[in-house]
């Protein structure tokens, strides 16, 4: 079992920036892939970006091309989401979630979530 923990969501005006984390715990060797993913309400969960642990590859959404990156923190265990230009419509549940194989984009592909942390953009 992997255990992931979700951190630094909160409020923030558009244009601003925010920083997410996500701490793994547990069996954390079995997973390589880690990805994130949002949901705002009364839509369906989406790909946002994922990383590998193993050779540091990464992908995103269009969506957040160039203003959002994701990364890896090996000795802590800890992947972030680092948001920038941040709009009111990325407002939404953010998930963190790890998987065995490569990254992808596809959330049925992931075995592990976490609980989520909530992201607000104001215009």
């Known amino acids: 079992q992997v255990q992931l923990v979700e951190s630094g969501g909160g409020l923030v005006q558009a244009g601003g920036s925010l920083r997410l984390s996500c701490a793994a715990s547990?069996?954390?060797?079995?997973?390589?892939?880690m990805g994130w993913f949002r949901q705002a309400p009364g839509k369906e969960r989406e790909f946002v970006a994922a990383?590998?642990?193993?050779?540091?590859?990464?992908r995103y959404a269009d969506s957040v091309k160039g203003r959002f990156t994701i990364s890896t923190d090996n000795a802590k265990n800890t992947v972030y989401l680092q948001m920038k230009s941040l709009k009111p419509e990325d407002t939404a549940v953010y998930y963190c979630?790890?998987?065995?194989?490569?990254?992808?984009?596809?959330?049925?592909?992931?075995?592990?979530w976490g609980q989520g942390t909530q992201v607000t953009v104001s215009s």
């Open positions: 547990g069996r954390t060797f079995s997973s390589n892939g």
């Open positions: 990383i590998n642990w193993s050779s540091g590859s990464t």
């Open positions: 979630a790890a998987r065995g194989g490569w990254a992808g984009r596809w959330a049925v592909d992931y075995d592990y």
